[in-house]
């Protein structure tokens, strides 16, 4: 295949990503010359979404720069597959939290009946937005 440039490869892999095509996706990411942090996302996103959490997991790990995004995405992916131990263990490894960082480890602690623990976490999150009071009166 041609040199494309960066777009037209994200393009691509967003492409194959909606149409769940990730083998395909996986050999057209091996073969960009550049990767930007979209390609890095696209990626990751999309091997997140039909459940290649180990894969996802060396996506996240290979990165050379993560954001809050991927942060929330791979900690999501890890909660939402019942592997809540790693992903607690990335939260507390993630160089800052957003809001969703603090909800997605509050509602997980509240699916699993830990509300003590999810009111601790919740008093020392630092700034409280409507979706985190949400959480904690309906957990």
Known sequence: MPLKN?????????????????????KLFS??????????????????SVGQIVEARECFDDMPIKDVLEWNMIITAYI??????IAKVLFHKMPEWDWISWNERINELLSRYRINDAMRLFSEMPQKCQRSWNSIFLG
Request: no cysteine; hydrophobic share 50%.
């Open 31 to 48: 073969e960009m010359g550049f990767r930007d942090v979209v390609s890095w996302t696209i990626m990751m996103s999309g091997l997140v």
């Open 6 to 26: 960066v777009v037209f490869w994200n393009s691509l892999i967003a492409s194959l990503r909606s149409v769940q095509e990730m083998d395909l996706a996986k």
């Open 80 to 85: 939402k597959h019942g592997h809540v131990g």
